[in-house]
């Protein structure tokens, strides 16, 4: 069972920064694929952002574009998402995703069903 540890959620004020990190216990050969997407109350939950472990290839989604940025340690079995100039509007709970290189399907990195393993989330609040 693969197990996704997240750390890093907190309380910021509007314009600061925040660095979430997410810990797999899969070796990283076996990963195709982590993201990280964001759940509001009463919200779906959303993309925010995804990083191939092979090349590095990512994808934002437009609400983030040029203030956060997904990036892996593959040393660390690890992915970090970089929060800057962070919105009121940004407040969630932040999940981390992991897509296996076994998984079937297409990978679309916005859909959530196509990842395999899921952490727990941790809280990400800004205020204005």
């Known amino acids: 069972q693969v197990q996704l540890v997240e750390s890093g959620g907190g309380l910021v004020q509007a314009g600061y920064s925040l660095r979430l990190s997410c810990t797999t216990s899969?070796?990283?050969?076996?990963?195709?694929?982590m993201g990280w997407f964001r759940q509001a109350p009463g919200k779906e939950r959303e993309f925010v952002a995804a990083i191939r472990w092979s090349g590095g290839s990512t994808t934002y989604a437009d609400s983030v574009k040029g203030r956060f940025t997904i990036s892996r340690d593959n040393a660390k079995n690890t992915v970090y998402l970089q929060m800057n100039s962070l919105k009121p509007e940004d407040t969630a709970v932040y999940y981390c995703?992991?897509?296996?290189?076994?998984?079937?399907?297409?990978?679309?990195?916005?859909?959530?069903?196509?990842?395999?393993?899921w952490g727990q989330g941790t809280q990400v609040t800004v205020s204005s």
């Open positions: 899969r070796r990283t050969l076996s990963t195709y694929a």
């Open positions: 995703a992991e897509r296996s290189i076994y998984a079937s399907g297409t990978y679309y990195p916005e859909r959530p069903n196509g990842y395999t393993a």
